[in-house]
């Protein structure tokens, strides 16, 4: 009972301080210093180095020559650069399109108390704890024109060959990279929507509001900065995927399904262009930072406002 009630001041205490503008004692520099260390050692220096790299001319062996911007004038007079650009812009915008408004419902549902609710989240979030290698492999296997599912439903996938085309090469990527990252990005809103006051729902039944005009007016609304996050995550996922193309597709048929990421390998581990490979590296990084800024920019997020402002 002494530790309740001494808990309860404390409490108090803490608010009583927040409103009268008290300053709130936070940790000091030093619990940042070993995440400081580890982003500077492996994000950061890697990053400098790929830079440097992207200046010069290296095969793996011996030293690197400098080579000035012929790595970087090389990139904008190669199509298949071009291309690859682009397609992994398309293979983003398409991701973007196709997971978010999936994340949504599930999400909401999932943040709701329906029986069995979360047995089943369990089951649908087992995608996001396997490696993109896993499940290409898997997808692979059970997409093969010979042994695998087409090849038993011809009625549907024609010959079975979905990766002899373009269109239908691109199809298997998005379905694919939606299966497994869905999950991640639906996880996001479902703590998005468990925030979200449960007296706003209160309010609008009272005046009469139905479910769907709660999620168009409320839910959505108040989702507004999860989805910011989820959409600057997804195009950064989306542009620098590698795994998926090479294991699926290989950037075939022809160079239909070569992403930037993947080009990128062909030029540094294929044809040991380090230099050019560095370029292109370097290139998706900046392409990635300009489009997340965009989008910070554009939404207001970078403001912070807040969605339950008068709460």
Known sequence: MTTTIATTKAVEGRRADNRTGATVSRPGFVWAVPATLFFVL???????LVAVLSF???NGLGSPEFAGLDNW??????PVMIKSLWLSLLLTLLGVAVQTPISILLGVWAAGQQRNRAVLSAIYFVPLLLSATAVSVLWRALLDPNFGVPAEMQWLFGDGNLFGSRNSAIGVLVFVGAWQF???HTLIY???ARAVP???????????AGRIRQFFHITLPQLRNAVITSVILMVVGGLTTFDTVLILTQG?????????AYYMYQKAFKGFDF?????IALLLVLVATVISLLVVRLSGYDKMRSTSEGL
């Open 42 to 48: 492996f994000a950061i220096v890697p990053l400098l």
């Open 182 to 184: 869905t999950p991640f």
């Open 252 to 260: 075939g048929p022809g160079t239909d399904t070569t992403i930037s």
């Open 73 to 78: 004038t090389g990139l904008f007079d190669d």
């Open 190 to 192: 479902q703590g998005a």
């Open 56 to 58: 010069t001319k290296w």
């Open 198 to 208: 449960p007296v706003l729902y209160q309010a609008a039944a009272i005046d009469g």
């Open 275 to 279: 230099g050019a490979g560095s370029a």
